[in-house]
């Protein structure tokens, strides 16, 4: 069981590096899409699974970056440049984290839930009520953003093949960079605050710099997810940085098992391939995917990758 | 080494601790003993920075230090423990300790190092758990300890962080016999170089190991001295030890 365990990650990547040789435009796009909001998804579980810190406000950082997007380019007909408005998105995502997790952080509990939700829609609502980028219709951007250097082209973002392997190295990067993090001291530290913050601080830990600095991370990662998925769909609108997009990567990181990070990526592919699959059985697919999210919480307390040891715990007390 | 002048914390109307006055001398357990509610814990919140004071100050090696700032208390190399057990329950006791060692040299900057390899924290845990007799528990998570051996890990994580100065909050309450023999022989070990302050209810405890006893009633200070004048107080028999009969 556990020599297909480690196996399978490595199974997933080969599949998810075969597939476009397979499927069909719907399906690359589609798991293009997905591997962005695992990116996503796995930003938040450092808050988190790791942390222990429950933000009901990370789209904001999303959303930001994604108007980022379309702010960086001079109008809608005019490509910028990869190389500028990838930063640009970045560093303003993690900005906004910064002054937002400074005055969050002061908060905790359902306090914290509470305040990072109410600046979360305060972003929304700069979007939904003033005219930036068309209010609340939201605005196409008809260009891709450009990815040469001089006159070099590694990529074309416009081609669907180009932008799946792109996000596949962004889903790798990214899961290696937190593994990393994971690893470190800073890491470490991180899991001590989740597992007991008051003692952390005798110990000698300011955790407060510890979990903005970890709220800062995750809000850039977040809007790393945020620009491309700008990109993918050439659009964007307030609903990018809603409370629904809060809640809805939430639950993919609940759902795949929180603190691991490989529970985020899975929880990404089973919530968007659920609600895909649903949809397509009934237009009452919100009760199934309800059912759906309940079983799993309820039979799987470790989430989707905690499956194998629920598994095993069932069968040892049954016998 | 660590020294407090006047110090004195409310809460609302109560006064829980009441102008005390202490200084913790290096190679020295002072033992701080006194009824429940005499203010002893509160004290050794006010002396590690769990608590703000509201009058009085606090000074390490003749330096003021500013109080209310935990992190800062441990830095200086003021270690505690507590009353009640307080560790990581879902780490290992290897993983409890080598994060209190961490603390020492946090480097949280140097995240292309793995945490685990980083010798100086992990040869201070090592050493820590050995020292408490629980090497053979290294592996285990603190959640299934017994209380007396959540009570030695405790210790042990004060000891990863090689404070100079220990604030112990009733290390033996929970404790077996034996090992509560054990962990006095280790305090008399500890007091080298150190300074440790002890609170404890255990009076053959206490009159075993300490050099000096401050006596607590009330929030206030009764009577301060070496072993044999506090028994021979006449205010602390009748308060406290009288009592206790």
Known sequence: MSALRRALPLVALAALIVLPALAGKFYVELVAKIMILAVFAMSLDLLVGVTGLVSLGHAAFFGLASYMLVLAAPDKYAATSLWISLPLAVAASALLALAIGALALRT?????????????????????????????????????????????????????????????????????????????????????????????????????????????????????????????????????ASWHQSANVLLMVILGGLGNLFGAIVGAFALVLAQDFFSSLTKHWLLLMGGFVILVVMLLPGGLVGIERAWLHWRAHRG | MLGASRLTRRFGGLTAVDRVSIDLERDAIHALIGPNGAGKSTLINLLSGALDPSEGSISFRGEPVPAGRPERMAHLGIGRTFQRSNVFPDFTCFENCRLAAQARTPRPWAVFEPALRCRRSKDAAERALVTVGLGARRNVPASALSHGERRALEIAMCLAADPQVLLLDEPLAGMGTEESQHTLKLLRELKHERAILLVEHDMDAVFAVADVITVMADGAVLASGPPEAVRGDRAVREAYLGEAR
Not at chain 1, 179 to 205: D, K, P, T, V, Y
Not at chain 1, 219 to 238: D, K
Request: aromatic share 18%; charged share 10%.
């Open chain 1, 108 to 240: 905790r509990g359902v306090y914290f839930i509470m305040v990072t939700l109410a600046f979360s829609q305060m972003v929304y609502f700069v979007f939904h009520d003033t005219k930036i980028a068309g209010g609340s219709d939201g605005t196409y951007l008809y260009v891709k953003p450009v990815a040469s250097i001089g006159s070099w082209t590694p990529l074309d973002l416009g081609n669907a093949r180009h932008f799946y392997y792109a996000m596949l190295a962004l889903l790798l990067l990214s899961f290696a960079f937190l593994r990393m993090l994971l690893a470190s001291r800073f890491g470490h530290a991180l899991r001590g605050i989740r597992s007991n913050e008051q003692r952390m601080r005798a110990l000698g830990f300011n955790t407060y710099a510890y979990k903005l600095a970890a709220f800062t991370i995750a809000g850039a990662i977040a809007g790393l997810a945020g620009y491309f998925s700008a990109v993918q769909f050439g659009f964007v609108n307030p609903e990018m």
